[in-house]
């Protein structure tokens, strides 16, 4: 197809064109204007090694801390993805929860390394109390998972996880971005619905 028939064909369904994205548009614009705001929260964790192991390489001893302080920072990582540690901070926090989805259930908190030992969280409410809840919920559920994965022979934890104060940021909706997007995009799929129209006939 030549770019003049390309221009034809815009010219000929430029009504339709535009009365799709506005339509899109404003659907768009009532829905994002019913959305309630939400609250993002960010929790950081530290880990820090209370009781070290004896070693004879003593050269190498700081090496070997920061390295297994980074691989249990992983770990405590990985559980923020398990359904059972997820039930037991909701059940902490005494916030009412139902699994109808395990990928959505599972993927609510996001998880990122800063270093070998500080790991944060971040997560959204649409209740800022649920979001602070579910901090300190948090924090003692790790808190216990952590003093009991890592113990020495002797039966003491190796690693203490200390919790920097929650912050708590409302994340108001932006309707008229959302609703610009939602036009563009409503006009760039309408165009395709043209062209694909006009290949099938």
Not at 133 to 162: I, K, P, W
């Amino acid at each position: 197809m030549q770019i003049k028939e390309h221009i034809i064909i815009l010219r000929r369904s430029l009504a339709f064109i535009l009365v799709f994205g506005l339509v899109v548009g404003a659907i768009t614009y009532v829905l994002a204007s019913r959305r309630a705001p939400s609250y993002q929260a960010i929790q950081t964790y530290n880990l820090q090694l209370v009781n070290r192991s004896t070693t004879v390489d003593y050269q190498y001893g700081s090496y070997y801390d920061l390295k297994g302080a980074e691989l249990f920072t992983q770990h405590v990582m990985s559980m923020l993805r398990s359904p059972a540690v997820i039930e037991a901070i909701y059940q902490q926090a005494e916030i009412a929860y139902t699994i109808d989805n395990i990928s959505r259930f599972t993927s609510q908190f996001r998880t990122d390394q800063g270093s070998s030992q500080q790991v944060t969280v971040t997560f959204s409410r649409y209740n800022p109390d649920e979001a602070k809840a579910l901090a300190e919920a948090m924090t003692v559920v790790l808190s216990r998972e952590v003093n009991l994965a890592q113990t020495d022979t002797d039966g003491r934890s190796l690693f203490y996880l200390s919790a920097l104060p929650p912050v708590v940021v409302y994340q108001p909706v932006n309707v008229t971005l959302m609703t610009t997007a939602a036009v563009f995009a409503g006009w760039l799929l309408a165009l395709m619905l043209v062209h694909i129209r006009r290949y099938l006939q």
